[in-house]
């Protein structure tokens, strides 16, 4: 035992053997991904695609620093709401010759952070005087099951960088314990670098930084210096956050940002989702204690069995060994700060700002704050492991003590990696089995022609139908894998732009531009002075259409097909041409049902949800009596008018109950933030259903929050029918959509 404790104790042996431990470990799992690291994707769907393109793209295509092009034709990104890791791209893009090897980097940088990761959480142990031999295993334990690395798996690579967090606790530490200007200034850059890696890690952890030394002065307070010394929390704490600010106000030129996303109260954790696990040896078990999880796709932070069985253990003898207990102040502010973010992942905040009538701008911007968790993740075995460490040092033989730890910590490291047997083979055949579309090496023919089309023609951008858009948390279009996945792969290879956005906090204003421009009715757009005058690019998946993508379809000139996607152009003049059926029928401006021509309009009616309304209650639009129309395809639109410019605003659902004799029930449930045209007040939903002619149907409006809309214009028509009325302002309006 002797030699054992001799050999650790030299900090470059032990360091190094940690390196080759935790490699060994990670490469046993994912030795595939090592052999094929520049070769594979983890993923291809959702941010997993979108994060890689918004990356390699940046570095390889972009003219600008800080504008990103590749989405949101065409105004572009500030690069903040790319998910792109800007520090990163701002190194990549000065070296041209790794271009080639773009994918391979990312996945060794973030692989490597986490072999590198029980290096950093044995120093912290060891500047917590924990044994060496102690903290060799202990390190490795905690590592094992750090909640960040599913982060790989699902696309948000700027996350997953796993020794992230235990860096800014080591910093912290060093700060508390020598109070010097370099631990300050250390602390201080590394904070205010992380913006250019991820906004939430950097808010978190320099608010966290900072709530740490605010009570490590309040527990020494002096009057005198109490102001001076909380100079130093202010620096490395709340000065990155100003600056970054003052960052974005020079550098970000996109406005009337929404400002509040999506998730808030649902991406949370609670007690259930940080003491049980989805997977391994253990889940059954806890599950009989912590079994309410929450349901999101961000996952879980789970501490692992042994963690909680510690604690179990430590807050169950507490009464008894109470006058024993040795707590160090600095590990003590560490844990209570933590636990101040465990509850915001809880999404406390947001009762406790509820129940005052009070609203954050800033805490609002974070959708999943469940990742807040994370650091009680790593600080709450740092503050058992060193409380009872020290706590039971002097009751037993320094001998028997240092066998008794050792024996510990072999158990820790053992339960955490059989844990992590199940963690990181958890949904393993859904990872890691996608060829690396953004190297050139990796098309296939068929994809290399149509590479070589595009540098022919020089499309000014690239259009994919169905339309796919997701961040300004207010509006949607149904394109997703489907149209996005071709869509990224000509963008990045050829360097043309999509108009299509999946990104975070889009410019609600730019997401109307672009969204309109499929809107060929309105003549006034102001996205048409920034448009080019060449062709666009269309990419056709045979996923449905909405309406105004359907119109547009028939103007594409194709000249290659394959079983999935069609490709073409359109001139941009052909573009903005009113898209007219040849059947083309008049109204007036009253509620008409003509049998006809099967056609049905109601401008308004003195009733909900014609009057306003509330989005949570069900409210029926209009009853569609059996055999008043012909059965067949039929277009269905209606004028929505909506107040708050947040995801709540649009949070209503649109229900057509179909009912017969024999049984209802509900035919179609649509979002109606699948809007299409965008006017003053208002904005026009369009979609295409299918009525049969002996059936009642019902058009039913119905949501989620609590919150005022009301409609207008309410039609029917058949899908090859277009409607033409003058309205009461004078103006023309063709299938519903206003001149």
Known sequence: MKKVIEFFEKS????????????????????????????????????????????????????????????????????????????????????????????????????????????????????????????????????????????????????????????????????????????????????????????????????????????????????????????????????????????????????????????????????????????GPFQSFLDNFFSNKPNHYEGHTYLGFFTVVLLFVFVVSLPFIFRKIKIQKEILVILLASVLFLFISFGWHIKVLNFFHLESASLNQFRAVCRFSWIFYFTLPLFLITVCYHSFKNVFKPETFTKISLAIGILFFSFNLLEAHSFFKLNEVVYWSYRNIFHKDFLNNEEKNVLLNIGKSHPQVILPLPLFHGGSEMYERVGSNNSMIPSMIYSYHSGTPIMSVLMSRTSLTETKGMIQLLNSYKKEKDILPLLSENDFFILRTKDALLPDESRLLKHVSFFAENDSLGFGYISRKELLLPKIDNTIFALTEKTQLRDSANVVYVPFEDRKPFLPARIIDYETIFILDSNRIASGTYILSFHYYYTKNTYRGLATNLIINRSNTINAEWEYYIPVRQLSGFYEGFAVFEQKIYLEKNNKYEFILNGSVDEPYHVSDFMLRPENTTVKHISTKRDTVINNYPN
Request: charged residues 10%; aromatic residues 18%.
């Open 12 to 279: 470059n042996r032990i360091n190094l053997i940690l390196f080759l431990v935790s490699f060994l470990i990670y490469f046993i799992y994912f030795h595939h991904i090592f052999f094929n690291i520049n070769s594979i994707l983890s993923s291809i769907t959702s941010d997993s695609l979108k994060n890689y393109y918004t990356y390699v793209y940046h570095v390889k295509n972009d003219p600008e620093l800080l504008q990103f092009t590749g989405m949101n034709y065409p105004y572009g990104e500030h690069i903040i709401y790319t998910d792109c890791q800007p520090i990163l791209t701002f190194i990549l893009r000065l070296l041209p010759f790794t271009h080639n090897y773009l994918i391979g980097i990312m996945h060794a940088l973030i692989f490597l952070s986490f072999i590198i990761t029980p290096l950093i959480l044995n120093k912290i142990l060891i500047r917590l005087n924990i044994s060496k031999l102690f903290s060799f295993f202990a390190a490795i334990a905690i590592a094992l099951l750090s909640p960040q690395f599913f982060k790989i798996n699902s696309g948000h690579f700027a996350l997953a960088y796993g020794c992230i967090i235990p860096l800014s606790i080591l910093f912290t530490l060093q700060y508390l314990n020598n109070k010097t200007a370099k631990n300050l200034l250390k602390l201080f850059v590394f904070n205010t670098g992380l913006f250019l890696l991820h906004p939430y890690l950097a808010f978190c952890l320099s608010v966290f930084s900072f709530v740490s030394l605010f009570l490590i002065e309040l527990l020494n307070f002096d009057r005198k210096t109490f102001l001076k010394n909380n100079l130093a929390a202010f620096i490395q704490g709340i000065l990155p956050l100003m600056l970054f600010k003052i960052f974005m106000s020079l550098t970000d030129k996109h406005t009337n940002r929404t400002t509040e996303p999506f998730g808030a109260e649902v991406m949370v954790e609670n007690i259930a989702s940080v003491f049980g696990p989805v997977f």
